[in-house]
């Protein structure tokens, strides 16, 4: 079965220090991925997805992703987090092999940013 | 603002009412999707279409939901006779068909609040 798995549901980091927000997918057929971000009461805006060109995936507001197929993981970072970056963090994956192209998120990673 | 809109934005209603909401995609992306959002957890797949044939549906979306899109643009979501667990977040997303990753759109999202 196809998954995701975001390993802390909760990250606190001070502002200027690193951010790392962990994931790990499993499936069967080659994955496509995807970090999505949600702001209270915003919409999910999309930061960065990995479609098997670069495995160093750059996004949008310094964020960057690293695909590791040997460790099935997805894991995003920053060198510097930022107050704005606070915000609840969805891994997402979708599969090759399915023709809809339907989503699957993970239970979401909210980060906190401490001044 | 992704260009996807969703209307309403906030609807309380009483058990057993029926509720609808809107989705207005962007208006050259031919791929619609639903997904639900409960509190603290990832959104979920409910249904997607293609133009204005609706290609999947998720064992999330019980006999009380239906979906539409009658002229392959707008869609419309309804539940019959609500209940307490009908309480989400209901998000819209559109998406031009182009290859397997294409990304997703997202609406704000309509909150559903069953008493």
């Known amino acids: 079965a196809q998954s995701v798995t975001q390993l802390d549901s909760h990250v606190s980091v001070s502002e200027g220090t690193p951010v790392l927000l962990r994931c790990n997918y499993s499936s069967s057929y080659s994955p496509s991925l995807f970090w999505y971000v949600q702001h209270p009461n915003k919409g999910l805006q999309l930061l960065l997805k990995y479609t098997s060109a670069a495995t160093l995936v750059k996004g949008i507001n310094g964020f960057e992703a690293e695909f590791k197929k040997s460790e099935t993981s997805f894991h995003l970072t920053k060198p510097s987090a930022h107050m704005s970056d606070a915000a609840e963090y969805f891994c997402?994956?979708?599969?090759?092999?399915?023709?809809?192209?339907?989503?699957?998120f993970g239970q979401g990673t909210e980060l906190s940013v401490k001044p | 603002d992704t260009g996807v809109s969703q209307d309403p934005r906030h609807k309380i209603t009483k058990r057993g009412q029926n509720v609808t909401f809107r989705c207005d995609p962007i208006?050259?992306?031919?791929?619609l999707y639903w997904y639900r959002q409960t509190l603290g957890q990832g959104p979920e797949f409910l249904t997607y279409f293609q133009n204005e044939a609706q290609l999947e549906k998720s064992r999330l979306l019980s006999d009380r939901f239906s979906a539409e899109r009658p002229k392959g643009s707008f869609s419309t979501l309804e539940i019959q006779r609500t209940e307490q667990g009908d309480s989400a977040m209901y998000l819209c997303?559109?998406?031009?068909?182009?290859?397997?990753?294409?990304?997703?759109?997202f609406g704000p999202g309509t909150r559903l609040t069953v008493l």
């Open positions: 997402v994956v979708s599969f090759r092999g399915d023709q809809g192209g339907k989503l699957i």
């Open positions: 997303a559109s998406r031009k068909v182009t290859g397997s990753a294409d990304t997703q759109y």
């Open positions: 208006s050259e992306h031919n791929r």
